[in-house]
């Protein structure tokens, strides 16, 4: 079991331009989730999906990120227009199920986003 | 929402020594707790949980005590190791999918 796999590990966009990281999870997994990790905030959770479908996306800045989810293998997170505010580490997590107990969340290495 | 937060950003103990890293809670409703780890220029991984209907959880070197009342809980590592520096995340959950983390506590093992 590979774990959870982030590409790339990292990358640099400038002002402006989208980046689009992607995110496999560990196989069998049925939840997933974004988390954003900087030195200021923290870990921020950005988004959450069940089984595919998208369940919560309340931390997620509205107008430039979307994230999918297209089959149960990968998952990606897309940021439009990236700013220098933007810079962080994505982290994605998997989980083998998430109903209404709690469970160990397994963290990707993340994808460092440098944005000029 | 819920708030953890952790009031030591830096630890630094003798390797041998026993550390204990503090974190504390808003939301009476939480009932997960875990602790993840961060070395150096790598990502999370678990390293130990304790849930609500317990008030310690050991594992090996690593003991979790929790106190409800106080909306407290804490991690406990004995005999520490210099592999053990390494940046400590507290976490709690109240259920459902949403798991709110500390800001973290970096612990600094000397020989």
């Known amino acids: 079991n590979a774990g959870v796999i982030q590409t790339p590990r990292h990358k640099v966009t400038g002002k402006g331009q989208e980046a689009t990281l992607w995110c496999e999870p560990i196989s069998g997994h049925s939840a997933v989730f974004w988390y954003r990790q900087t030195i200021v905030q923290g870990l921020e959770f950005l988004t959450y999906?069940?089984?595919?479908?998208?369940?919560?996306d309340s931390g997620m800045p509205k107008e430039r990120f979307s994230a999918q989810m297209p089959n149960q293998s990968h998952s990606t997170l897309k940021i439009q227009s990236t700013q220098p505010q933007d810079s962080a580490v994505y982290l994605c997590?998997?989980?083998?199920?998430?109903?209404?107990?709690?469970?160990?969340?397994?963290f990707g290495s993340g994808t460092r986003l440098t944005v000029l | 929402g819920e708030k953890v937060e952790q009031h030591q950003s830096t630890l630094s103990v003798r390797e041998g020594d026993s550390a204990v890293i503090n974190c504390t809670y808003t939301d009476t409703a939480s009932s997960y707790f875990p602790w993840y780890k961060q070395e150096a220029g790598k990502s999370l991984h678990f390293v130990i949980d304790i849930r609500s209907n317990v008030d310690r959880k050991q594992s090996q070197r690593l003991t979790v005590l929790l106190d409800k009342k106080a909306k407290r809980f804490s991690l406990h590592i004995t005999a520490t190791q210099p592999e053990d520096s390494a940046i400590y995340f507290c976490?709690?959950?109240?259920?459902?999918?949403?798991?709110?983390f500390g800001s973290g506590t970096r612990l600094l093992v000397s020989p």
């Open positions: 999906f069940r089984n595919q479908a998208p369940i919560d």
């Open positions: 976490a709690a959950s109240a259920g459902g999918y949403k798991v709110v």
């Open positions: 997590a998997s989980s083998l199920e998430w109903g209404v107990r709690a469970e160990t969340l397994y």
